[in-house]
């Protein structure tokens, strides 16, 4: 059994749907489980419409982004069939479920209100691609991945329930193959439910978190990502014209990289795979034919320089207002504090006298973080900040990046270099 996992730019248009189809027909759907994210920029359009239903639950715009959401669906359904009714039979039962959610009552949960209503994004991709393989003679069992990978009411971030979601899985899809050997699977990336039956996220980008869970439970043979690159690339190529793809990785560098930032692969994707030893495929949509990257227990014997860039950061340094020493206590509170308002610590270092963060730029998260540690610490910060990390790093690459700006605070391990720089990167020469 196999695990495919497919991203919204795979099925961004109507072109991008018949990709997935020759894609498919290519490895005879037999023992498929096919991951889908949500088409193009719907989860985007989606977020807009949660804050517009949470702001403005009556008004013209929200009526006119619900518009908007079903004529991007729509639309790709026209170019693709020459008769469409069958599929928008099946996309409207979809919206009408979405359009009574915006009209009922909202609760005083906005990520209780952004899971629910954000979900619909993969529950219509994965409608629109079900329906359609089906017209073409491709048999296919749409499953709902909210009934099988079952997380806590952490709303935008669920933590897994492993033993409930694995039984779950086993016996939907287990049970699909058996009644249905010649059939394959559909089912959504990104959502999953509770025990009572709500929907959750497993954090932004979470599908290829999704394929992981599924694999894991099913001991799959492997597990592809198809992307709109070669493979994992040592560096973004909008900025590195030079930048090189990586043949094979181990597990253990993928998670490095992926913790540091990378954005190929969700950082929790790839632990699951490595507890089974289930490979990992990195290949492109648009040739299916090369190589990819293959992610696995093998450890490359040349490394060579990676490179992740955070943009959007801000370096918050802290001096306790008495003028004590920053002391175990003080760490407890500050972290508390950065815990509370859901902002992931992307470096820190501590001095006698100061300690100091670098986070994500969060709208409505870093300045309630602000407010509170200005009540017992002096507080500076910085924006427009850069978090540079580079793995098996040299004093060559290290110039390379930094290109004489400021230097806030530096890192080195033996393998990784992490700065936090004023201003951000510039795109390299040819």
């Given at each position: 059994?196999?695990?495919f996992?497919?991203?919204?730019?795979?099925?961004?248009?109507?072109?991008?749907?018949?990709n997935?189809?020759?894609?498919?027909?290519?490895?005879?759907?037999?023992?498929?489980?096919?991951?889908?994210?949500?088409?193009?920029?719907?989860?985007?359009?989606?977020e807009?419409?949660?804050?517009?239903?949470?702001?403005?639950?009556?008004?013209?715009?929200?009526?006119a982004?619900?518009?908007k959401?079903?004529?991007?669906?729509?639309?790709?359904?026209?170019?693709?069939?020459?008769?469409?009714e069958?599929i928008?039979?099946?996309?409207?039962?979809?919206?009408?479920?979405?359009?009574?959610?915006?009209?009922s009552?909202?609760?005083?949960?906005?990520?209780?209100?952004?899971?629910?209503?954000v979900?619909?994004?993969?529950?219509?991709?994965?409608?629109?691609?079900?329906?359609?393989?089906?017209?073409?003679?491709?048999?296919?069992?749409?499953?709902?991945?909210?009934?099988?990978i079952?997380?806590?009411?952490?709303?935008?971030e669920?933590?897994?329930?492993?033993?409930?979601?694995?039984?779950?899985?086993?016996?939907?899809?287990?049970?699909?193959?058996?009644?249905?050997?010649?059939?394959?699977?559909?089912?959504?990336?990104?959502?999953?439910?509770?025990?009572?039956?709500?929907?959750?996220?497993?954090?932004?980008?979470?599908?290829?978190?999704?394929?992981?869970i599924l694999?894991?439970?099913?001991?799959?043979?492997?597990?592809?990502?198809?992307?709109?690159?070669?493979?994992?690339?040592?560096?973004?190529?909008?900025?590195?014209?030079?930048?090189?793809?990586?043949?094979e990785?181990?597990?253990?560098?993928?998670?490095e990289?992926?913790?540091?930032?990378?954005?190929?692969?969700?950082?929790?994707?790839l632990k699951p795979?490595?507890?089974?030893?289930?490979p990992?495929?990195?290949?492109?949509?648009f040739?299916?034919?090369?190589?990819?990257?293959?992610?696995?227990?093998?450890?490359?014997k040349?490394l060579i320089?990676?490179?992740i860039?955070?943009?959007?950061?801000?370096?918050?340094?802290?001096?306790?207002?008495?003028?004590?020493?920053?002391?175990?206590?003080?760490l407890?509170e500050?972290?508390?504090?950065?815990?509370?308002?859901?902002?992931?610590?992307?470096?820190?270092?501590?001095?006698?006298?100061?300690?100091?963060?670098?986070?994500?730029?969060?709208?409505?998260?870093?300045?309630?973080?602000?407010d509170?540690?200005?009540?017992?610490?002096?507080?500076?910060?910085?924006?427009?900040?850069?978090?540079?990390?580079?793995?098996?790093?040299?004093s060559?690459?290290?110039?390379?990046?930094?290109?004489?700006?400021k230097?806030?605070?530096?890192?080195?391990?033996?393998?990784?270099?992490?700065?936090?720089?004023?201003?951000?990167?510039?795109?390299?020469?040819?």
């Amino acid at each position: 059994m196999k695990v495919f996992k497919f991203g919204g730019a795979s099925v961004k248009d109507a072109a991008g749907v018949r990709n997935v189809a020759r894609i498919l027909e290519n490895f005879n759907f037999s023992q498929l489980v096919v991951v889908i994210s949500a088409i193009g920029k719907t989860t985007n359009l989606l977020e807009e419409i949660t804050r517009c239903y949470w702001n403005e639950p009556k008004s013209m715009e929200l009526t006119a982004l619900v518009s908007k959401l079903k004529d991007n669906h729509y639309s790709i359904v026209n170019e693709l069939v020459e008769n469409p009714e069958e599929i928008n039979c099946k996309l409207q039962p979809v919206f009408t479920e979405l359009e009574n959610v915006l009209s009922s009552e909202k609760t005083d949960n906005f990520d209780f209100e952004y899971d629910r209503i954000v979900s619909f994004g993969e529950i219509l991709s994965t409608t629109l691609v079900s329906t359609y393989l089906n017209t073409l003679g491709h048999k296919n069992i749409w499953l709902d991945a909210r009934k099988m990978i079952i997380t806590d009411s952490n709303y935008r971030e669920g933590k897994v329930d492993w033993e409930k979601s694995v039984a779950n899985v086993k016996k939907e899809i287990t049970g699909t193959f058996k009644n249905e050997p010649a059939s394959f699977v559909i089912t959504q990336g990104f959502i999953a439910g509770t025990d009572n039956g709500n929907s959750v996220t497993l954090g932004r980008e979470g599908s290829d978190y999704s394929a992981a869970i599924l694999a894991y439970s099913l001991d799959a043979e492997s597990v592809t990502i198809w992307k709109d690159v070669p493979g994992v690339l040592n560096a973004d190529p909008k900025f590195f014209p030079d930048a090189v793809k990586l043949d094979e990785i181990s597990y253990e560098e993928a998670i490095e990289l992926s913790y540091y930032g990378a954005t190929i692969i969700h950082p929790k994707t790839l632990k699951p795979l490595q507890n089974k030893n289930i490979p990992l495929y990195v290949k492109s949509f648009f040739d299916i034919n090369a190589s990819g990257t293959v992610i696995s227990a093998s450890i490359p014997k040349n490394l060579i320089p990676s490179y992740i860039f955070k943009r959007n950061q801000i370096l918050i340094t802290l001096f306790p207002k008495d003028f004590s020493f920053i002391g175990v206590d003080n760490l407890s509170e500050i972290f508390n504090i950065i815990f509370s308002n859901k902002l992931k610590i992307n470096v820190m270092q501590s001095t006698a006298l100061s300690f100091s963060v670098c986070v994500d730029n969060v709208e409505g998260h870093v300045q309630p973080v602000i407010d509170s540690l200005m009540k017992n610490y002096k507080v500076k910060y910085n924006n427009e900040i850069e978090l540079i990390t580079i793995r098996h790093y040299s004093s060559e690459v290290i110039d390379k990046v930094v290109q004489g700006r400021k230097i806030y605070l530096e890192q080195k391990s033996r393998t990784t270099l992490q700065l936090v720089v004023k201003g951000f990167f510039t795109k390299q020469s040819e």
